[in-house]
């Protein structure tokens, strides 16, 4: 069985694949075409260097994924023909002058920083007002009261999970999901990379996002557990927030270990996250795996290769439009010669 480096993420309308050289793109647009895009990318977690070491290259990881997530997702829009039609506001335009970067750029980093906002009053500030409402006049020990909070943390989580699930457009998302990890599967298993072929293979894969942000919310039940609880609710947040980088290095460690082992243990650490990816990756259509191979094979080239391929298919896409205005131009005189 091949062991693969390229990793992916469903964006919209598409999938992107990160292979250790690059980050490949494809979706497919309004006309039902499919679009490609390829980006350099090296990730600052290198052998060697103090940000490839273990623990830290996890943080790494963490940082780099939800930059590179919120990127690709932009990026997928654009490549779709999806623009922002809402207004700028004064704030965001005057933001836009003064970093000199442009309105959507702005408005996608502002999109970010609220959603980083959300996480941490969803995952951190609910569960401990939960929890010490739960313990209100209570002399419960620390240990109790800790495992309890991070039960309600997990159990937030897998709500937040199934709430995104029952969202149509999301649901969609959670199909190019699939997608990825049936492509994946595939390569892995050494069949024939076609739609019909990965259709057979799992959608289920060890090394998923979903996974570790299981094991995250799993980790941190132990973690934090160790660290204790505080009365002051203040103190108890910002301990979390301070500690939250170590939770995600250590939990990436876990995750490489289930992932590159196969025994009774690393089974078991990777059961609650395979599971939880029957509700976050959803059975795929053949033609959107067949978006998804198209990025698999873009990641799998050259830096060279890919660039060019890219610039292949835009230009094969822009013939194509103007042959079709040309044929509009054509159509709009027949009818005023008609009339």
């Known amino acids: 069985m091949k062991k693969c480096e390229v990793g992916g993420q469903a964006v919209m309308e598409g999938v992107m694949?990160?292979?250790?050289?690059?980050?490949a793109m494809a979706v497919r647009d309004a006309k039902g075409r499919i679009v490609l895009d390829y980006k350099k990318f090296k990730t600052k977690a290198q052998k060697g260097t103090f940000y490839g070491l273990p623990v830290v290259r996890g943080v790494v990881a963490f940082v780099e994924s939800l930059t590179v997530g919120m990127n690709t997702l932009?990026?997928?829009?654009?490549?779709?023909?999806?623009?922002?039609?809402e207004e700028p506001t004064k704030f965001e335009l005057w933001l836009s002058?003064?970093?000199g970067k442009s309105v959507e750029?702005?408005?996608?980093?502002?999109?970010?920083?609220?959603?980083?906002?959300l996480s941490v009053g969803l995952f951190f500030l609910l569960p401990q007002f939960i929890s010490s409402l739960i313990f209100r006049g209570s002399d419960a020990a620390s240990l109790v009261k800790c495992l309890v909070?991070?039960?309600?943390?997990l159990c937030v989580f897998i709500g937040y999970i199934l709430f995104c699930a029952s969202v149509k457009d999301v649901?969609?998302?959670?199909?190019?999901?699939?997608?990825?990890?049936?492509t994946i599967a595939c390569y892995e298993a050494e069949d024939d990379?076609?739609?019909?072929?990965?259709?057979?293979?799992?959608?289920?894969h060890p090394r998923c996002g979903t996974n570790y942000l299981f094991l995250v919310m799993a980790v941190s039940i132990v973690f934090f557990?160790?660290?204790?609880?505080?009365?002051?609710?203040?103190?108890r947040v910002a301990t979390r927030l301070i500690f939250l980088p170590v939770v995600a290095g250590l939990s990436y460690e876990l995750l490489k270990f289930a992932a590159r082992h196969e025994n009774l243990l690393t089974r078991i650490i990777r059961a609650p996250g395979m599971g939880l990816q029957y509700i976050t990756t959803k059975k795929p259509t053949p033609d959107m795996i067949e978006v998804a191979m198209e990025s698999f094979h873009l990641a799998m080239m050259s830096e060279e290769e890919a660039m060019a391929k890219v610039e292949e298919r835009r230009a094969q896409l822009a013939a194509e439009d103007a042959e079709a205005e040309k044929k509009d131009d054509k159509d709009d005189d027949h009818s005023e010669d008609e009339d």
């Open 17 to 23: 694949m990160k292979s250790p050289s690059g980050i």
């Open 74 to 85: 932009t990026k997928s829009a654009e490549l779709i023909g999806e623009a922002i039609d």
């Open 97 to 99: 002058k003064k970093m």
């Open 105 to 117: 750029k702005i408005i996608m980093g502002l999109a970010a920083i609220l959603a980083v906002f």
């Open 149 to 153: 909070e991070g039960l309600v943390r």
């Open 171 to 182: 649901r969609r998302v959670f199909m190019y999901h699939g997608a990825e990890h049936k």
């Open 193 to 204: 990379l076609t739609p019909e072929c990965a259709m057979k293979h799992t959608r289920l």
């Open 225 to 235: 557990a160790v660290v204790g609880w505080n009365d002051s609710l203040l103190v």
